[in-house]
């Protein structure tokens, strides 16, 4: 059974610093993993979307990347923003499970002024 | 362009009523997704179609649960005999092809008291 972990819970930084957010699954034959971001009371906004073959994935400030062999992914955003406050999700999709999404339970990010 | 959208945004009932909840993905998209989210967590997996057909119901917590998607496009989503544990926030996704990104819509918070 595939499973999704993202540590730490929740993380707080001054505005202007680097950051890297990190999430782990179990099965290496991932097919594709994303990243989203999620609002208090909102829906999922869709960053970054990595398939197997990829190493990294960059979108303006964010950078995300993949190693299937140590089932691990990291998001890196540079430069936070208190813009930036949000709970980021983490969710692996795996062939063997339809494709469907397999969420971490996210990492609430605060950035302050 | 317009992006996926779920009807009602709140839904207050009384146990042991039935609910239907209403998913409008992305124009052209075969893919269809539905997730359960509860507070503090990621969202959980229900069931995926592809097409008009449930490719996937794995998820489905029990017989109560049951969801279409008639025509290929709009889906619903159906609880009978609510019970207070299926309080969460329902969210729907949508993607061109099951491999591609997933595109939320921004969820249906039911309360079931």
């Known amino acids: 059974k595939q499973e999704v972990t993202q540590i730490p819970a929740a993380l707080s930084v001054p505005e202007g610093e680097n950051l890297v957010l990190n999430c782990s699954f179990t099965?290496?034959?991932?097919?594709?993993l994303q990243w989203f971001r999620q609002d208090p009371g909102k829906g999922l906004t869709s960053l970054l979307l990595?398939?197997?073959?990829?190493r990294e994935q960059t979108s303006g400030r964010l950078n995300a990347s993949l190693d299937k062999s140590s089932g691990r992914s990291t998001l890196y955003i540079a430069a936070s923003q208190p813009g930036d406050s949000a709970t980021y999700l983490c969710?692996?999709?795996?062939?063997?499970?339809?494709?469907?999404?397999?969420f971490g339970s996210g990492t609430r990010l605060l950035v302050r002024p | 362009g317009a992006g996926v959208s779920q009807t009602p945004s709140n839904k207050v009932t009384e146990k042991g009523k039935y609910v239907e909840l209403r998913c409008d993905p992305i124009?052209?998209?075969?893919?269809l997704y539905w997730y359960r989210q509860s507070l503090g967590q990621g969202p959980e997996f229900l069931i995926y179609?592809?097409?008009?057909?449930?490719?996937?119901d794995s998820g489905l917590p029990n017989d109560r649960f049951f969801a279409v998607r008639p025509e290929g496009s709009v889906s619903t989503l159906k609880i009978q005999r609510t019970e207070r544990g299926d309080s969460a926030v329902y969210l729907c996704?949508?993607?061109?092809?099951?491999?591609?990104?997933?595109?939320f819509g921004p969820g249906t918070r039911l309360t079931v008291l």
């Open positions: 124009s052209g998209h075969t893919a």
């Open positions: 990595i398939q197997s073959s990829q």
């Open positions: 969710a692996g999709a795996w062939m063997d499970s339809s494709y469907k999404l397999i």
């Open positions: 099965d290496s034959a991932i097919y594709n």
């Open positions: 996704a949508s993607s061109l092809v099951v491999t591609d990104t997933q595109y």
């Open positions: 179609f592809q097409g008009t057909g449930a490719a996937d």
